[in-house]
């Protein structure tokens, strides 16, 4: 009886306490609800129901009523309130309604009005974060920015539209941009990064993205052009500010070897200034860098007349080393300096300026033997050569544009450039120690006058006019005399002054008219005038005496070429075909003056080209294209006197005009396009060159002598293609290539008849590289080599390259990369024929964008030398040349 | 008998006029669309009870060249979302190379939280609203005086029409252009409704497209040439996460 009590106690307690505790999670809520109805007494769906406190405009809760007008709303707040009935096409009905208790349940209907929409058609004119005109696009960068960019490329990542790759590359779609421009104005060209990633991200107020860019802003819409590029709006009161990046590099192991960038920058509205210093002896090349500003890369634009003219280096103490990267064989010491500015003068006129310094010290290294094998003759040279290059550059340009209307502009350049080059060798040649010396000038003074004008619409006309003058002063000297066989005189050294002094003039007027269709209409003509003044004086000595200036080695000629010229081209597109045609007719007046006699000449001829492209269907694109060129001499192919090229080396041309004319078919075809599984490219060229320069020589072993002549007849044949394909259930994609090119010339040597050359190559190789998400990727892939040289008897090689890079990503600091390469020269003996080298690269990021450290590892393996083996069709020959040793830098960057 | 003619026709004049502004009860709401690298026109056609968005018709980056991805094909049409509240239908058409499809879903069920920011677009007076949904935060700005449970995309369940809707992270950024009245109901409704290959639900599409990307992915960063190194980001679609819907909005 008590057990039985005092657990029925325990369980109304425990009822007891299970009700308070409930009451007390139950929230206090008052509910709202109702129907509302129109005057015709029926039920408004979807209608809105809001509660707003009485003097404020803040929303408390809010409801929808359902299929039958029914509505609830849901509050925890006490208060005086107004509830707001609003339907579209309803008058908006106000009920005052007053919330004492927490657990209310008011019940409220209403009746709304029938009222048609009051509000007018709203066109916004207020700034909108995206704004379209045609083939601009304007991004407002308040609307995008989170608020935490440091530079313009985290920015620039968030427009939408634009795509920045992790190295900062932009792209829109998969186009990569032109340019950068800050209100116009461009430094930089396709080296933006160097603003993107420095210039504060701040002072930008718009982005503007350019679609179908034009580099002279008023053929926009009448060149076909897919160019895309970025131009970034400077906020008005945006402070001027200094900012750039500093980064320095040294070698941690052993030698001295180290490298200092620096770039500043300081952009306003009015005045931009951009300085650069590049001081390294780790085998870059600074120039590289600030190419594009000298010599921008603006292939076959319109208003380029004079691009393709510039003086000829007669001798040239050759540092090629075939087949390596640049900073594994260049021996440097270089320092570079580069100031930059524009200044905007008015609003119609803007002037640019740049200039640059560039010293540079660079040392190689050669060793090669050679075997020549010509008919009845055969010997071999050796070399041991070491040679030291000083050069000095001066460079300054000037640019002014004035926009004399909206439709017409006059564009000024002047160019100047001074190069100073002194070289010293130490040649050992066949057991004789001789040294060169030379010294090279270079002087160039370039202007360009150019004025656009937009007439209509849809056509352009522009005037363009050049004056070119180079001048490439030599000196060269050998201290030993090596051509007893030539001449009889007791010389011991030998001497030779060389200038080829140039002068261009040229005016061009150029009409671009874009048809209603599409199709692209161009006309052409202007008259193009250059002179070359080459003179070159070769003199025997013994020690300081001239006791001979030999006939046949002195040359004063002057080469005079008139061509007035006059080309049409059109370009039509018909569903899916696109047809090209282009006519050239040109009138010479060639005049060569000697110190004998002068001759003239007045040539005319008419080159033809033709094209189609067939788009068969999205994935398959042929085209194909037949063009005849001819090619007037150069004053390398018209001097009559030896001239001496290299220590052991005379050439000479025709002493007369020529022109050589050739025929070249293409064929190119792709099928896929390269986001997909399977894609593949071929392409096939044929060239028949109707007449050609060829050279009869002169082969002994202690000098060669050749003479331009010319030949009928030689043909070439090329064909290339590329297959990739995706492999998805191993995230790899493989790529193979294959190229082929078979070629046959003429050619005589020692005095023999005019004998066949044939010369055949193919490359082939396979590549094979993982797409994995993860932390590791790798990337592998071979290529062999193969060449034949066919004269009387037949020579060949195989050479192989393959690479191995593995990269891990194991965070976004943190990266590592590993390359090695492997080459391997099929006709080297078997101690000297491989070669393997080792790169690492890890990189550390302290602040993206702020700090940065990285280890780059070079020539790990420490590989000293390298050997090359090449065959022409007088000789073979085996090369090895010294590599940069191992070396370990550690890098710091860092912004400011 | 004069008074009744009378009668009659101002009874007709008043039940024309009636009927008529009853068809013409749509309003049209045109939006640029900024999402992930497309930007394109939108439109928003809408009564109390049913709308139609539509977006991704035609990007207005053109990028023809001859390395150009064909990343975006779509039909005449394109994509689309379809809202019905008294049905409580969402559907999202997308229109590829190979076939229409459409997507089922439930309305999302968004908690809103409306903050006492304000601004003014000509007349209209917007109100700043922010919410997470699938892996985004999203900040709108509604008009209620344009009192409609609507907005761009999936989005609505404010006291008023959503005229400006972006993500926190930059992905979306949709804006408005021109409101226009008096509007009849499209005729497109119709096809988008009754003309597709195949109909699955929202599970099933966001399997679907994460296979895709991942793919897509892949096989980009494979055909890269000697030298070159690329990350790709994957924000390619809308949605980053996906949980069922149990409870309905409205």
């Not at chain 1, 908006?92 to 009746?111: C, F, G, R, S």
């Amino acid at each position: 009886m008590l057990i039985k009590s005092l657990l029925i106690l325990k369980y109304n307690h425990f009822i007891v306490l299970f009700i308070l505790l409930a009451s007390k999670y139950l929230v206090a809520q008052t509910t709202v609800s109702g129907t509302i109805k129109d005057e015709n007494n029926q039920p408004i769906s979807f209608a809105n129901i809001i509660l707003k406190p009485e003097n404020s405009q803040s929303v408390v809760a809010f409801a929808y009523s359902d299929n039958s007008g029914n509505f609830l709303l849901k509050t925890t707040k006490k208060g005086k309130f107004l509830l707001h009935f609003t339907g579209l096409s309803y008058k908006t009905t106000t009920v005052p309604i007053e919330i004492i208790d927490e657990k209310q349940q008011i019940v409220q209907n209403a009746v709304l009005n029938y009222q048609p929409v009051a509000l007018k058609e709203v066109i916004v004119n207020a700034e909108r974060p995206i704004t379209i005109k045609k083939d601009t696009i304007v991004f407002n960068a308040h609307s995008f920015a989170i608020g935490n960019e440091q530079v313009v490329e985290d920015l620039l990542r968030r427009i939408p539209g634009l795509n920045v790759s992790n190295d900062g590359t932009i792209k829109v779609g998969n186009q990569e941009v032109e340019k950068v421009m800050i209100d116009g104005d461009d430094f930089f060209e396709k080296g933006y990064k160097l603003l993107t990633k420095n210039m504060p991200a701040h002072s930008i107020d718009k982005v503007e993205l350019l679609q179908r860019y034009s580099n002279n802003k008023h053929l926009k819409g009448i060149e076909n052009s897919d160019k895309v590029a970025l131009n970034l709006k400077l906020k008005e009161e945006a402070k001027r500010q200094w900012f750039g990046n500093f980064s320095a590099a040294h070698d941690l192991v052993s030698e001295k070897r180290y490298e200092l960038k620096s770039n500043l920058m300081n952009f306003g509205k009015k005045n931009k200034y951009y300085f650069l210093a590049n001081l390294n002896n780790v085998g870059k090349d600074a120039i590289g860098d600030i190419n594009q500003l000298i010599r921008p890369f603006r292939w076959n634009e319109p208003a380029s007349i004079g691009d393709n003219q510039n003086a000829f280096n007669l001798l040239d103490l050759g540092t090629y080393v075939p087949n390596l990267k640049q900073k594994r064989v260049l021996f440097n010491n270089a320092e570079l300096l580069s100031l930059n500015a524009i200044f905007t003068l008015s609003e119609k006129v803007k002037m640019k300026t740049l200039g640059f310094f560039n010293w540079d010290e660079n040392d190689f290294y050669r060793n090669s033997f050679q075997s020549f094998i010509v008919r009845n003759t055969s010997f071999e040279n050796t070399e041991d050569f070491i040679l030291r290059k000083k050069k000095i550059t001066g460079f300054g340009k000037i640019d002014f544009t004035y926009d004399i209307s909206k439709t017409k502009t006059i564009e000024y350049t002047g160019k100047f450039n001074s190069t100073n080059e002194e070289n010293r060798s130490d040649l050992t040649f066949n057991g004789d120690l001789l040294n060169e010396k030379q010294k090279s000038n270079n002087q160039l003074f370039d202007q360009k006058l150019v004025i656009t004008n937009k007439f209509k619409d849809n056509k352009v006309i522009l005037l363009t006019g050049r004056y070119i003058n180079e001048k490439t002063p030599q000196n060269y000297s050998v201290n030993q005399f090596l051509f007893s066989d030539l001449f009889t005189e007791n010389a011991n050294n030998t001497v030779q002054t060389s200038e080829n002094k140039m002068q261009f003039v040229g005016f061009d007027a150029h009409l671009m008219n874009k048809k209603t269709n599409g199709s692209l209409f161009e006309f052409q003509m202007g008259n193009q005038y250059r002179t070359d003044d080459l003179i070159s004086d070769f003199q025997l000595k013994e020690n300081e005496a001239i006791i001979s200036q030999p006939l046949g080695y002195q040359n004063k000629i002057s080469y005079h070429v008139n061509d007035i010229y006059l080309n049409t081209k059109y370009r039509y597109k018909f569903k899916k075909y696109t047809f090209f045609s282009q006519l050239d007719l040109h009138q010479l007046y060639n005049q060569l003056e000697t110190m004998e006699n002068k001759q003239t000449q007045l040539p005319f001829f008419v080159n033809p080209k033709v094209g189609i492209v067939w788009e068969i269907n999205k994935t398959n694109k042929l085209s194909t294209s037949y063009s005849y060129n001819t090619t007037n001499a150069s004053i390398l192919e018209v001097h009559n006197q030896y001239i001496l090229t290299g220590f052991r080396s005379f050439s000479k041309g025709t002493g007369t005009f020529n022109q050589t004319d050739a025929s070249t078919i293409l064929l190119n075809y792709s099928l896929g396009s390269w986001g997909q599984k399977f894609f593949a490219t071929a392409f096939l060229m044929y060239n028949k060159n109707h007449d050609f320069f060829s050279t009869n020589s002169t082969i002994s072993q202690n000098y060669s002598q050749s003479e331009k002549i010319i030949i009928k007849d030689r043909e070439s044949i090329t064909f290339s293609s590329n297959i990739d394909r995706y492999f998805k259930s191993v995230s790899t994609n493989l790529k193979i290539t294959l190229d082929a090119t078979k070629s046959n010339y003429k050619n005589s040597v020692n005095n023999a008849h005019l004998r066949e050359v044939k010369s055949n190559s193919i490359n082939y190789g396979l590549e094979l590289r993982s797409g994995f998400k993860g932390v590791f990727n790798y990337h592998i892939g071979s290529k062999w080599n193969f060449n034949e040289i066919k004269t009387s008897s037949t020579h060949s090689f195989t050479n192989n390259m393959s690479f191995l890079d593995l990269f891990f990503i194991f965070s976004d600091k943190l990266d590592i990369k590993f390359q090695t390469e492997r080459y391997f020269f099929g006709s080297l003996d078997r101690n000297n024929n491989t070669y393997n080298f080792l790169d690492l690269e890890a990189r550390y990021t302290v602040k993206e964008n702020k700090l940065t450290f990285s280890l780059s590892g070079n020539n790990l393996f420490n590989t000293t030398t390298f050997k090359n083996y090449s065959i022409s069709d007088i000789s073979i020959s085996k090369s090895e040349y010294r590599i940069l040793p191992r070396h370990l830098l550690l890098k710091m960057e860092y912004r400011f | 008998m004069s008074s009744l003619k009378y009668f009659i026709v101002v009874f007709l004049i008043i039940s024309y006029t009636n009927v008529s502004s009853q068809d013409n009860k749509w309003v049209k709401i045109e939006y640029t669309q900024a999402m992930g690298r497309h930007i394109t026109n939108a439109s928003l056609f809408f009564d109390n009870n049913e709308s139609i968005y539509l977006f991704g018709n035609h990007t207005k980056i053109d990028t023809t060249s001859y390395t150009n991805l064909i990343y975006n094909i779509t039909d005449d049409i394109g994509s689309v979302i379809y809202k019905n509240h008294s049905e409580n239908k969402l559907l999202t058409r997308e229109a590829s190379a190979t076939e229409v499809k459409l997507i089922n879903d439930d309305f999302p069920n968004l908690n809103w939280t409306i903050t006492e920011e304000t601004k003014k677009i000509n007349e209209l007076s917007l109100t700043k609203a922010h919410t997470n949904f699938r892996g985004r935060n999203y900040i709108a700005w509604y008009c209620d005086q344009i009192p409609v449970n609507n907005g761009p995309l999936k989005m609505g369940g404010l006291p008023g029409i959503i005229l400006e809707l972006k993500t926190t992270d930059g992905f979306l950024n949709v804006s408005f252009d021109k409101i226009n009245y008096q509007h009849t109901k499209p005729v497109v409704i119709h096809r988008i409704l009754n003309k597709y290959d195949r109909i699955i639900t929202q599970k099933q599409s966001v399997e679907e497209n994460k296979q895709f990307v991942e793919n897509l992915k892949a096989k980009l960063k494979a055909k890269l040439p000697r030298d070159v190194e690329i990350k790709i980001n994957v924000d390619e679609f809308l949605e980053k996460e996906f949980k069922l819907e149990n409870e309905k909005q409205n």
